[in-house]
């Protein structure tokens, strides 16, 4: 059963750094690509960033790029979001999503963590 | 960027119905279009990838179609189970873009 567990949200102030973990299990890890999706309270889903399975590849929406960084670490079956001078807009409930198959960045997300709360408030 | 309107934004039908969401790409994306499934409180579910293929475990009831940059996502008869709001996602290329939803309420 494919497990995606996040941590590592809570609260900043603006300006401030958060590092997020997804330990994933059930799979093998370093053959999908992984996604981080993000919901602001009451709104819809924004998606955020991917990763391919190596590592290689990475891509960031518009609204994050230049302050996240996606990487992954495939010896802990770990994914992982760096965010920087984080803004209010930020505030929201960051899922990592596993691609559906093996191949490379261009996937559909069939499995999805819970989530963990990010709040940027002043 | 590639805009995925979605249309409507939210609906009210009634039990058994047949409900069309729809969702334009501003731009041409071959079929790499999915629909996704959130039930109140949930994390999202992938109903559909592919802009037709029906994922495992789904209900046949839940379908997808395309005709050229419109994507429908159908929903033969509507069941109590079926509240949720609805999305479609454009997979293809550096930039993943969600729809901004349909929520389905039952009448």
């Known amino acids: 059963e494919v497990q995606l567990l996040e941590s590592g949200g809570g609260l900043v102030q603006p300006g401030g750094s958060l590092r997020l973990s997804c330990a994933a299990s059930?799979?093998?890890?370093?053959?999908?690509?992984m996604s981080w999706v993000r919901q602001a309270p009451g709104k819809g889903l924004e998606w955020v960033s991917v990763i391919s399975g190596s590592g290689g590849s990475t891509y960031y929406a518009d609204s994050v790029k230049g302050r996240f960084t996606i990487s992954r670490d495939n010896s802990k079956n770990t994914l992982f979001l760096q965010m920087n001078s984080l803004r209010a807009d930020d505030t929201a409930v960051y899922h990592c999503?596993?691609?559906?198959?093996?191949?490379?960045?261009?996937?559909?997300?069939?499995?999805w963590g819970q989530g963990t709360l990010v709040t940027v408030y002043s | 960027d590639i805009q995925m309107p979605q249309s409507p934004s939210s609906l009210s039908a009634s039990l058994g119905d047949r409900v069309t969401i729809t969702c334009r790409a501003s731009q041409g994306i071959g079929d790499y279009l999915a629909w996704y499934q959130q039930r109140p409180g949930k994390v999202p579910k992938l109903l559909i990838y592919?802009?037709?293929t029906l994922q495992s475990g789904v209900p046949s009831r839940f379908s997808g179609s395309v005709s050229g940059t419109d994507f429908t996502l159908t929903i033969s008869s509507l069941q109590p189970e079926d509240v949720a709001t609805y999305y479609c996602?454009?997979?293809?290329?550096?930039?993943?873009?969600f729809g901004q939803g349909t929520k389905v309420e039952i009448k």
């Open positions: 999503a596993k691609g559906l198959q093996t191949t490379g960045t261009t996937n559909a997300l069939d499995n």
């Open positions: 592919s802009a037709s």
């Open positions: 996602q454009r997979y293809n290329g550096a930039l993943k873009t």
């Open positions: 059930g799979f093998t890890f370093s053959s999908y690509a």
